[in-house]
């Protein structure tokens, strides 16, 4: 029979692991995809990447509704992935992966972005001098976040999932630990992490490993050092009554071909019928 119920996790997070997300503004929670899971999803990455660059303008023409928003020797942006793969459709609603984002959203969610990056190494990096990085946010402290039963809140948050083992070479994500509650000048806070480079944390983490964070928290792809291919799918999601990002809203063609119990997430249909989910940092993850 078909499923009737969209079940996820809460909480999803250990209260270790929600505690690493208070302090720090992210976690990475390693293996939470099977190596079949990443497997197919990194066969569908390469397929599309083979499908766009075969295009004469891959940035204006799409496959299935995916366009490169950037197109570089060395790194592919990909936006809209949403509709490309039956396995990059059940990655952006893996129940796991969806619960973990309504317990920093605080609520229900609905599919906010979905996107993915393909790169390697830039031919122009001196690997001599320390690394630079291009910081930013989606949102900000106060303006996206808030406090509720003691715990840090994200109205836009991303789960960023690497389907090749990242190590210290490997260009993981780069963020400015804590910055996620400060509310000084960005360009302030980038000089003393800059200063002191404790403050800005790195993903390393086996294929399969998914790094859950939200948008107030400065963060910026890594630098690559290595030979390897670096790959990355993302789904972003927010509280249901907001809108998807620009040119990121599905088709209705594809929200119609959607089963009924996934609908709301994929499109957004909740609207204000939000509901929101609380937990206490002592409860215990849900198994």
């Known amino acids: 029979m078909p499923e009737t119920k969209f079940i996820r996790p809460f909480?999803?997070?250990?209260?270790?692991?929600?505690y690493h997300l208070e302090v720090y503004g992210y976690v990475v929670i390693e293996n939470t995809l099977s190596a079949d899971e990443t497997g197919r999803l990194h066969e569908a990455m390469q397929r599309l990447k083979r499908d766009l660059l075969a295009n004469d303008d891959p940035s204006k023409v799409g496959v299935h509704n995916c366009r490169l928003s950037a197109n570089k020797p060395h790194y592919l942006h990909f936006a809209?992935?949403?509709?490309?793969n039956p396995a990059i459709f059940d990655y952006l609603t893996h129940p796991r992966l969806v619960g973990m984002a309504e317990e920093l959203v605080g609520g229900t969610v609905r599919l906010e972005e979905s996107e993915a990056v393909i790169n390697s190494r830039d031919p122009e990096t001196d690997c001599s001098t320390p690394a630079r990085f291009g910081f930013h946010t989606g949102t900000a402290p106060d303006v996206g976040s808030y406090t509720e039963n003691g715990l840090y809140h994200c109205t836009f948050v991303k789960t960023l999932s690497n389907l090749t083992e990242l190590g210290p070479d490997d260009g993981g994500t780069v963020v400015v630990a804590g910055s996620h509650k400060v509310k000084g000048d960005r360009e302030a806070i980038l000089a003393a992490a800059y200063e002191d480079r404790t403050l800005i944390h790195q993903v390393v983490a086996p294929a399969g490993s998914t790094l859950l964070f939200g948008e107030a928290l400065i963060h910026a792809t890594g630098q690559i050092r290595s030979d390897r291919e670096r790959v990355i799918v993302i789904g972003g999601y927010t509280p249901t009554m907001f809108q998807a990002?620009?040119?990121?809203?599905?088709?209705?063609?594809?929200?119609a071909a959607t089963?009924?119990?996934l609908k709301p997430l994929i499109s957004g249909s909740d609207k204000w019928s939000w509901q929101q989910r609380r937990r206490s940092l002592?409860?215990?993850?849900a198994r």
Request: glycine content about 0%; hydrophobic content about 30%; cysteine-free.
């Open 80 to 84: 809209h992935i949403l509709e490309t």
């Open 282 to 285: 002592d409860t215990p993850a």
């Open 245 to 255: 990002w620009n040119d990121q809203e599905p088709s209705a063609e594809f929200i």
């Open 259 to 261: 089963p009924e119990h």
């Open 11 to 18: 909480p999803a997070l250990t209260p270790a692991q929600r």
